[in-house]
């Protein structure tokens, strides 16, 4: 098949049982790899849903400046589709998120400014400032903020993961997601809620807003900015649940060793999460989540060191 044009390379990943790292006796594991998309990551869904709507409702002109502020991969998925459709992009982000991540904005020819974090670290006062920046391009360059966490555009392009799962699957007995704007888990849920028996937002320990009301530093990039994300609504999700940093990096190279699954620290976040969830039901039941991105986005950090 020949596309008119990469945007529609995006979407229709696949989805793959882990065998070697579930407990004999859990309900199987399913992880839809999301590393399959243009970019290498999830975010190239939402970032195209967003342009697309801003463009639908007539918000983003033509030749119009773009700007949010990301974690990274946002950032990446905004770059590739503006690259395509012709619109300037200026990117915020840190030094606390992947050297690739960040490189990768620049080679889809995005302006990129960098604020420095504290010791690599994500905190929620690194979000603020980094917010503070954007709302200087706006008002110079009156640019359009996509506002990845408010924008319900978002959701649109992940109710289209969430078709997918329920044309490959006759039943999800649980979907999980580590929450970050928490597009995927409520976009997703749209799609899948009549048919699913329960949709679980994943956090790190170290920054438990959902299940402990706070927020807190950790490593695990495009998640946990120490609020709760305004997508969240309480009829969102059915539960919270924290999930060990440590113990989800340390997952990744079981992973990609055992199940060749190649991927990130949220990633392996989110199949702790589900692998947690799936020694609590019988081997006839189905846990679902999200490989996010891919690990050659984490190559140059200490990850895989």
Same mark, same amino acid.
């Given at each position: ?82 690259? /395509? ?36 670290? /994500? ?48 039943? /999800? ?53 120490? /609020? ?78």
């Amino acid at each position: 098949m020949i596309l008119l044009s990469a945007l529609e390379a995006i979407g229709a990943t696949p989805l793959v049982r882990l065998r070697h790292t579930v407990p004999a006796g859990a309900a199987q594991v399913l992880v839809k790899l999301e590393g399959g998309n243009p970019t290498g990551s999830y975010k190239d869904r939402m970032a195209l849903a967003m342009i697309e709507g801003a463009e639908a409702s007539g918000v983003l002109r033509p030749g119009q400046r773009v700007v949010e502020f990301t974690g990274g991969s946002t950032g990446s998925s905004l770059a590739f589709v503006c690259a /395509i459709k012709g619109y300037p992009l200026t990117v915020v982000s840190s030094d606390a998120f992947a050297e690739e991540k960040l490189r990768t904005i620049r080679a889809f020819g995005a302006d990129l400014i960098v604020v420095p974090s504290e010791n690599g670290r /994500i905190t929620p006062d690194l979000f603020v400032r980094m917010r503070h920046e954007v709302d200087r391009v706006v008002e110079r360059d009156n640019a359009f903020w996509t506002d990845q966490f408010n924008n319900t555009d978002a959701l649109r392009g992940y109710r289209v993961l969430g078709d997918e799962l329920l044309a490959d699957l006759p039943a /999800i007995d649980v979907f999980t997601a580590g929450v970050g704007t928490a597009g995927l888990l409520v976009g997703v849920g749209q799609s899948i809620r009549p048919s699913t028996g329960r949709l679980v937002a994943l956090e790190p320990t170290s920054s438990p807003m959902l299940t402990s009301g706070y927020g807190g530093p950790h490593r695990v990039e495009g998640l946990a900015t120490g /609020i709760v994300p305004p997508l969240l609504t309480p009829d969102a999700y059915d539960e919270a649940r924290a999930v060990d940093e440590a113990e989800a990096r340390h997952l990744v190279k079981q992973l990609a060793q055992r199940d060749g699954v190649f991927a990130g620290t949220s990633s392996a976040l989110n199949i702790l999460g589900a692998i947690q969830l799936a020694t609590e039901l019988t081997p006839e039941q189905t846990v679902v989540t999200v490989a996010a991105d891919t690990g050659l986005k984490y190559l140059a950090g200490d990850l895989y060191a």
